[in-house]
């Protein structure tokens, strides 16, 4: 028989309540366990984010021991640890006396930026007026030298040298890069005496427009609080480089007081340019260097360069030349056969190309 209370109201009542705890709970699980699936997606996907901005380079360990060798043992943030990997040059081995003709320009950088920075102690007892800008700028033609004598100053001077690059600030994420801005000048103050280079400074710190993101709008406002905020006789200079100094904001333009202006080279710059460029080359006697430097009136340091790779490919090509005459068209050099025994580079392997090249132009005249 049947149990009769079973079908009684009371009992249809408990089940059902049954059932609907059952469903809390199941209903409770599920969301604990999708609330532990997406925090662990979060995390991994912020661990790979951070790791990718985090690969260990040598850089971080030799500025801890340069700031414990100072006696400076201060925490770093992990947005000045990423930047020091991403922003501290490893090995540049420019020097001031790779570059030429700009010894004018290098003499000053070294006089009102460089020994204010590294040697603030000659100066203090003078005037106030003597300290470092806190911004220089190097603006000029491409190729005429501005990102070489960064390099240079970065090598030669014992100030650390921060070369920011826009990729290493920007992030995906809302508010970071305006965190990345302010480790920048957190950053350098931990390592003062300090020059933060940015190249290129127009793409960054360009004219601010209406149609500017909202990101990139709160970066430039960090990024000129915190420059305001490096205090006076502060041991920080920002040094920006650009071929384009009418695109950077009138702003930020004068927060970079000194500015220096690195024009094409003229007759004797391109002398000096040109003896650098063929440091190391063997060179038939006599060789007229001015008689060169006057046929390359217009042409910047690298153009210079450039000519100089070009002649210097002249004598190989002959002799390239000369053994396929001797040996037949299926001559393959090898280094066991051919040492490159070529002959002196003349100043008349200078104009073979702009010969070649007047010879085009009178023919674009005929035609
Ligand atoms: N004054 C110079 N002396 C010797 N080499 C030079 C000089 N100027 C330029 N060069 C040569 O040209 C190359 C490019 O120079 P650099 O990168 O400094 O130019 P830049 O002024 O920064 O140009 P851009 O505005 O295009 O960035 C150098 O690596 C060097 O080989
Ligand atoms: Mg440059």
Redesign the pocket.
């Known amino acids: 028989m049947l149990n009769p209370d079973l079908f009684t109201p009371k009992s249809s009542s408990s089940s059902s309540k049954i059932l609907s705890a059952a469903g809390i709970i199941v209903s409770s699980l599920a969301f604990r366990v999708a609330i532990s699936v997406s925090a662990a997606f979060l995390t991994t996907y912020i661990l790979q984010h951070r790791s990718t901005k985090l690969q260990l380079k040598p850089n971080l360990s030799k500025v801890r021991e340069k700031l414990k060798k100072d006696g400076r043992n201060v925490p770093l943030n992990s947005h000045e640890i990423s930047l020091i990997q991403e922003c501290i040059p490893e090995d540049i081995n420019v020097k001031f006396d790779?570059?030429?003709?700009?010894e004018d320009i290098i003499d000053d950088l070294r006089e009102t930026v460089v020994y204010p920075l590294t040697v603030p102690g000659l100066f203090s007892g003078s005037s106030p007026l003597l300290q470092a800008p806190k911004g220089v700028l190097l603006y000029?033609p491409?190729?005429?030298?501005?990102?070489?004598i960064a390099k240079a100053l970065a090598h030669e001077s014992s100030a650390t040298f921060l070369n920011v690059k826009i990729s290493s600030i920007t992030d995906k994420w809302f508010g970071e890069s305006n965190k990345y801005a302010a480790a920048i000048f957190s950053l350098a103050r931990k390592l003062e005496p300090c020059i933060v280079f940015i190249d290129e400074i127009d793409s960054f710190l360009r004219s601010r427009e209406t149609n500017d993101n909202e990101a990139m709008s709160m970066v430039k406002s960090e990024f000129m609080t915190q420059w305001d905020g490096l205090s006076s006789g502060g041991r920080i200079v920002i040094l920006g480089?650009t071929?384009r100094p009418n695109d950077i904001d009138a702003a930020f333009l004068r927060r970079m007081p000194k500015r220096y202006g690195?024009r094409l080279?003229d007759l004797k710059k391109r002398i000096e340019?040109l003896k650098?460029s063929l440091h190391g080359t063997t060179l038939e006697e006599p060789f007229d260097f001015e008689k060169v430097a006057r046929h390359m009136e217009g042409l910047?340091?690298?153009g210079i360069?450039e000519a100089c790779r070009d002649a210097a490919m002249i004598p190989i090509r002959e002799y390239f030349r000369d053994h396929r005459k001797k040996h037949g068209m299926k001559f393959v050099p090898t280094e066991e056969n051919d040492a490159l025994k070529t002959r002196p580079l003349r100043d008349s392997d200078f104009f073979v190309e702009w010969a070649a090249k007047k010879k085009d132009d009178e023919l674009d005249d005929l035609e």
């Open positions: 790779d570059i030429g003709g700009l000029g491409p190729g005429c030298g501005k990102t070489m480089a071929n690195i080279p340019i650098l910047s340091g690298s360069k």
